[in-house]
């Protein structure tokens, strides 16, 4: 079957800006979980959904970055005011629902701010 | 703090050999762990899992190895292919939350040379 699916895989920005990064998880996945990898680094957490609300986003970095998953299936993590250091892989994961279940994961969205 | 510690960045094995990488912890709460693989312009795959209540599981070329005591736990892979070369990622996940978050260490690259 399909896997995560992550789009746009890159995205060029200028400084200020205002992006949205989009994941589609596996079907009928509950759980999905964003995020963050800059060079040289293991992914960092970012926010877990639980269905459609944000049970865990204690890892959003400041109150630039938002997301969403109104239907509980596509979520979108959005970007205020970019910054220079926003720059990184953004990875969305999905699983069944089950804390201790295998996260799957997209292959992530790179996001350039200039 | 990294709670999740890496401490090669790199490492070089030849075909046939035994592959080890290793992985710090510090957060005693800490009761499941995993190893997933990356290759580039990929998101992370799913590798072996241990919970905390055993000392060790294998699966196929794969096993890990968990030293409580020491908040120590290992990947060993024999025999090493080519194929396995990839980054390759410890994560734990803290019994005392309810999510699944997982948290990374910086990885460990792996080259198997034929």
Redesign the interface.
Known sequence: GAG?SQTPSNKVTEKGKYVELRCDPISGHT?L?W?RQSL??????LI?FQGTGA??DS?LPNDRFFAVRPEGSVSTLKIQRTERGDSAVY?C?S?PG???????????TRLTVL | DQQ?K?NSPSLSVQEGRISILNCDYTNSMFD?FLW?KKYP??????LI?ISSIKDKNEDGRFTVFLNKSAKHLSLHIVPSQPGDSAVY?C?A?NGS???????????TTLQVKP
């Open positions: 995560v759980a979980y995020y040289g680094q293991g992914p960092e957490f877990y049970a865990d890892g990875l994961a699983s089950y804390t201790r279940d295998t996260q799957y994961f997209g292959p992530g | 999740v890496q499941y997933y312009a990929e998101g992370p795959t799913f899992s990622f994560a996940i939350s309810n999510t699944g978050k997982l948290i990374f260490g910086q990885g």
